[in-house]
């Protein structure tokens, strides 16, 4: 399958470094960069606005958007903001702040935001306050919920825990597996659940692809050893692909996802990928790089 670049954002309107996270929602693309801004493209990165979050001297390290429309934008300063209508305005509110370690990943569930940190803390918040949290005593490097499960990536383990008393702020883990950050669900919906679950192998370069129903122990569907020939940073799934990418500046392409994972495309982008969302479709992917651009890639 051939694959190119289709759109690049401009010279002029790009990140002044890292671009550290993308977010595609309702025809609309985030970009969160290393420059402390977010900015918010059309689906041929025109550039619609730009938002100054945090400041030049401060990083974006996380960013979600909720169902209804509602930007959270994580900091290297440890604040966590809110911005009501990102598209129409700058206007934010400062939800959270520590002084301990800043939040480094965000997963939007429905109208729920859930947050991990550097010193091991998953942070549930509703209405902008937040309402739970648990201590899951490692770092969290990735992070995704599905009803009441939490699926987070420690050092080098996929946790999967189940909130079993949230007023009493509890879980139980029910299963841990070998696995390095990045993490998604992915594939088809099965009874309201994602299908798979993705992480890195503990190299960082592989893929290991995993049956996401704890009644079947999590059992392994694919894996792939090095995968890449250097570290994976990114990775976004949907029903029907996966794309990966990272420090060797080349996007994959992978389908067959429930089967063997057979790679379809691939596409060097010329500089280090730190993040990836799909498009509008399973052949679309947006690209975040180290060169603070943003691209859209086609396979077909």
Known sequence: MSARVEF??????KHKSDVACLAFIDGHLYSGGQDGTVKIWDIDLKLKRSINVFGADKYVYALCVDVMGRLYVAGS???LKCLPSPLSSDNSKEIYSSQEWPIQTLYCHGESVWAGDGLGV??????????HHYKMIEEIKSL???GDLVYTIRESDLVVSEIVQSDRNLYKVKQVIPGKSPMKLFGPWIN???SLVVTATRDGKGLNVLNNCPHREFVKVWHKDNAHDLIINAMSGNEKTLFTAGY???VKMWTDIMDTGKLSGELNIGSCVNSLCHGPNDHTVFVGTS???VRKALFA
């Open 77 to 79: 300063d440890g604040v």
């Open 291 to 293: 060169d603070g651009k």
């Open 192 to 194: 309201a659940k994602r």
């Open 248 to 250: 060797d500046g080349i």
């Open 144 to 146: 995704a919920v599905e």
């Open 8 to 13: 690049i954002c401009k010279d002029e309107e």
């Open 122 to 131: 998953l942070m549930l918040f509703q209405h902008n306050e937040r309402v």
